[in-house]
């Protein structure tokens, strides 16, 4: 098993950038300034507005990055759709934000319209990044959403420094190599993370030319929960026992 501090991760969405319409300056611009943090990026991606596309990788993402940080796609227009794939990557609903509201009344007043309230539609338990111009960001479980304005990422970016800085130090990873199948220890990592909603455990097969009969389990958890890492040591021991029948 093996123990790694996690690295960010860049996420920017828009077709817009996809397409090669707009250049993306939000992502060189964040990339740049987490080197300057010395907190490189794992890795850069862009996604477009698709809610099950994004809440894909954010899901696959989720399971080796931390944090997560997410600009453009958390406005209130028809295809602003990254709060709802934030919400559906993580398994919690998306509910009214009354903080979020509140300030909404305060900054458009007789121009907050249907379209802007919406802006205040976020994943449930989340907490709020403060915004000087728009509407606000917001964070859960990881995963950071800031509007695609430039001006506004790059004043918003710096303050959330102080959380995910020192959260990172906190999660830990161990991953191991079983000579089994993926079919054979599918059930069994299913019902682990049945067990620990709170924790990222993925099954990662090897290929049919590297190694047919193996797979890489991945676990994903906080470093002060030594029942997470004790139960995922039980596990590898019943799986090794698999392999031994």
């Not at 009344?105 to 990044?129: K, T, V």
Request: charge should be negative; charged fraction near 20%.
């Amino acid at each position: 098993m093996t123990g790694s501090k996690l690295s960010p991760a860049v996420i920017t969405v828009g077709e817009e950038l996809v397409w090669g319409e707009l250049a993306n300056a939000n992502q060189q611009w964040m990339l740049q300034w987490l080197k300057e943090q010395d907190q490189p990026a794992g890795i850069a991606m862009t996604l477009p507005d698709h809610q099950d596309t994004i809440a894909k990788w954010l899901r696959n993402l989720y399971k080796e990055f931390y944090p997560l940080i997410v600009s453009g796609g958390i406005g209130g227009t028809h295809d602003d759709c990254t709060r709802q794939a934030i919400a559906q990557s993580l398994g919690i609903p998306i509910i009214r934000h009354h903080e979020c509201y509140e300030i909404l009344i305060e900054r458009y007043q007789d121009r907050l319209n249907e379209a802007r309230a919406r802006m205040a539609d976020l994943p449930e338990g989340c907490g709020l990044i403060e915004n000087l111009e728009g509407a606000p960001g917001f964070h859960v479980q990881g995963i950071f959403a800031f509007p695609g304005f430039p001006s506004m990422l790059k004043a918003m970016l710096p303050v959330t420094l102080p959380i995910w800085k020192r959260s990172s130090s906190e999660w830990k990873i161990q991953e191991i190599i079983l000579n089994l199948p993926e079919g054979d220890v599918a059930e069994a990592v299913e019902n682990f993370s049945k067990q620990w909603p709170n924790v990222r455990l993925g099954i990662y097969a090897h290929s049919l030319q590297e190694a047919p009969r193996r797979v890489t389990l991945r676990l994903r958890y906080p470093a002060n929960a030594p029942a997470v890492q004790q139960a995922f040591e039980e596990l590898i021991q019943q799986l090794r026992l698999t392999i031994a029948l």
